[in-house]
């Protein structure tokens, strides 16, 4: 099992005229055995931070920590060992995730022997099984629909015992019986192997996801989602020099919050109330 312990992290991508902020002051913590969901839409930093966590990309400030080691400071040789024993990914991309010329039996068979077990062959008829493949695992990948094609890459990445798995939107554009038939299989298992899970979704619709859920909008961190609508619960908000307060708009444009607000300040808190536009529009 994986304990993540994000800090302070920010992505910035220098472009020709400008810079892109992709991430901004991400604080976060992932017990072991946890397994997260990740939403927002397009853009929103969710792939970002994955391949970050991953060590597939460095961040531009802060620190990103796995079992106590800094990922971003990991030598060239570090990381492959890193890649190789304590992680696993699932891509969106069948490409990405399976060997087309070999069977999903043979592609799962494969880690299962990576992962040192005495009957490599039992090993991933069994995971086979356990995502309902058993009969269909002498196909290869371009005989199968997407949807079975993503579960054997759920069975290929837990046959290696990773201590985490980073899967990005591993159900992309299924429906969603498809999509909630992909997330139990990857809840269940990982679970079942005590496996750290951090998912990204766009979307995660009340009971299709069964973990915590976190959301990013606009490159910042939500702490809390709502999940009937998607609607945040508390925010990790920026306060300029200036104490100028900015929130995500995508947030604005859900709650319906115009460009007034209210503060209330106690001795614990500040409450911040919020006026819909139509109240505005009738006074």
């Given at each position: 099992?994986?304990?993540?312990?994000?800090?302070?992290?920010?992505?910035?991508?220098?472009?020709?005229?400008?810079?892109?902020?992709?991430?901004?002051?991400?604080?976060?913590?992932?017990?072991?055995?946890?397994?997260?969901?990740?939403?927002?839409?397009?853009?929103?930093?969710?792939?970002?931070?994955?391949?970050?966590?991953?060590?597939?990309?460095?961040?531009?400030?802060?620190?990103?920590?796995?079992?106590?080691?800094?990922?971003?400071?990991?030598?060239?040789?570090?990381?492959?060992?890193?890649?190789?024993?304590?992680?696993?990914?699932?891509?969106?991309?069948?490409?990405?995730?399976?060997?087309?010329?070999?069977?999903?039996?043979?592609?799962?068979?494969?880690?299962?022997?990576v992962a040192g077990g005495a009957n490599s062959g039992q090993c991933a008829a069994e995971l086979l099984a356990a995502v309902a493949l058993q009969d269909k695992m002498h196909h290869t990948p371009d005989q199968l629909e997407y949807m079975d094609c993503q579960l054997a890459a759920i069975a290929k990445v837990v046959a290696r015992h990773p201590a985490l798995i980073l899967a990005d939107e591993p159900a992309k554009g299924l429906t969603d019986d498809a999509t909630q038939t992909i997330y139990q299989a990857l809840y269940h298992l990982a679970r079942e192997q005590g496996i750290t899970v951090m998912l990204t979704a766009e979307t995660l619709p009340a009971g299709v996801w069964q973990g915590d859920v976190l959301g990013l909008h606009q490159g910042i961190l939500i702490e809390a989602v709502i999940d009937d609508q998607n609607l945040p619960t508390r925010i990790n908000a920026q306060i300029d020099q200036r104490g100028r307060l900015q929130l995500p708009a995508a947030l604005l444009q859900q709650l319906n919050i115009d460009t007034q607000i209210s503060l209330d300040p106690t001795d614990d808190y500040l409450k911040i109330s919020h006026h819909l536009r139509s109240e505005r529009s009738t006074s």
């Open positions: 099992m994986s304990q993540i312990s994000i800090d302070n992290v920010f992505k910035i991508y220098p472009t020709p005229t400008t810079h892109v902020v992709a991430l901004q002051a991400i604080n976060l913590e992932i017990a072991p055995g946890a397994l997260v969901g990740l939403v927002g839409q397009s853009g929103a930093g969710k792939t970002t931070l994955l391949r970050l966590v991953g060590g597939l990309e460095k961040p531009s400030a802060g620190d990103i920590l796995v079992n106590d080691r800094s990922v971003p400071h990991l030598t060239n040789g570090e990381k492959r060992a890193y890649w190789q024993r304590d992680i696993s990914f699932v891509w969106a991309e069948t490409s990405r995730n399976l060997l087309p010329y070999l069977s999903i039996f043979e592609n799962v068979r494969r880690c299962c022997v």
